[in-house]
């Protein structure tokens, strides 16, 4: 029997009353994916229902295994089957609302500095950033047989051979470029296969994503992270606008918010230490951004997510 995976699942609402009882919720915890904003996750299993959208500064890669599962996104619904991989961005919020009864799927977390690895078209980056849908139809028995032995090696404890699972899954992505695929929502226009942003742009967008991760929850801003890829804050900015759709100042807020919901969890912790350890200067602005992307204050996040326990179902 396939045992349940450690990591982000998502999974199925909307069930008769006897059957919710019998399929476990997706619990969000201080060791989940939404906590962990700086590293790479995989996992291999039956994916959990989720009562509420959330989100997570990582790029999200899923492969149906077997089943079906139905996403609501920020902007559009997609269902997929078994044999569909998909690709996008988990900083919007996104909900696994329905499922079929035996859904298995794998897949992985991507931060962001692994993401821009990826010489994927210029056009279908910006359209992940911007909240659209990779659809790769195209997979055949080596997924199958590869994203399980990519999970393994990730939890091996080797970093070569985990090193060589994330290589490995990014060759397998870029793959997309010769193979049909689909951005959903679809557009009139058609994606035109251009080369993506040059090698250079790339390193430079990697360096600031690597200094960003070693140091989102100190007093940094656009001249430290430009100073880390040797280059000038306002071309920093703009390329990292360019490229992910998000300032600088908006992605590392998306990474402070993502650490400081596992710590809100804590039934010990305080919402200003809360703030504070998780790199905000006040309790105010800390707030704000999380009522901006959250749709509710820090207070209510916790009382929800202690309230969907499973002490308190």
Not at 74 to 82: E, F, G, N, S
Not at 86 to 91: A, E
Not at 168 to 175: Q, V
Not at 229 to 242: R, T, V
Request: with cysteine; net charge neutral.
């Amino acid at each position: 029997m396939l045992m349940k995976p450690s990591v982000c699942e998502k999974g199925k609402t909307d069930l008769p009353e006897s059957k919710m009882l019998e399929r476990p919720y997706y619990q969000q915890t201080a060791n989940s994916v939404e906590g962990a904003p700086t590293t790479l996750q995989m996992f291999h299993g039956t994916p959990l229902v989720m009562r509420a959208p959330h989100w997570h500064a990582q790029v999200e890669v899923n492969f149906i295994m077997r089943g079906w599962v139905h996403y609501k996104m920020a902007h559009h619904d997609i269902r997929l089957v078994a044999g569909d991989m998909v690709l996008f961005w988990g900083g919007l919020p996104h909900q696994m609302d329905d499922a079929s009864d035996d859904p298995i799927y794998a897949g992985g977390h991507l931060p962001l500095i692994h993401f821009f690895r990826l010489r994927l078209p210029e056009a279908v980056q910006h359209r992940l950033m911007s909240g659209a849908t990779l659809l790769i139809r195209a997979t055949d028995a080596a997924d199958v047989a590869n994203f399980p032995r990519w999970n393994r090696y990730t939890r091996s404890g080797d970093p070569v051979r985990a090193t060589h699972a994330v290589d490995e899954m990014l060759l397998r992505l870029e793959r997309m470029r010769f193979e049909p695929f689909e951005l959903m929502p679809r557009l009139h226009d058609d994606i035109v296969l251009t080369n993506s942003v040059d090698q250079q742009s790339s390193r430079n967008i990697s360096r600031m994503c690597g200094f960003i991760a070693e140091n989102f929850l100190d007093d940094i801003d656009s001249n430290d992270i430009a100073a880390a890829a040797e280059i000038h804050p306002k071309y920093a900015m703009s390329l990292f606008k360019k490229s992910t759709g998000m300032t600088l100042n908006e992605y590392v807020s998306l990474l402070r918010l993502s650490y400081a919901q596992a710590r809100l969890l804590d039934p010990d912790a305080n919402i200003l230490n809360v703030a504070m350890q998780s790199g905000f200067g006040s309790l105010s602005a800390f707030n704000k951004s999380f009522r901006k992307i959250a749709g509710m204050s820090p207070s209510d996040f916790r009382r929800d997510g202690r309230a969907s326990s499973p002490a308190g179902i």
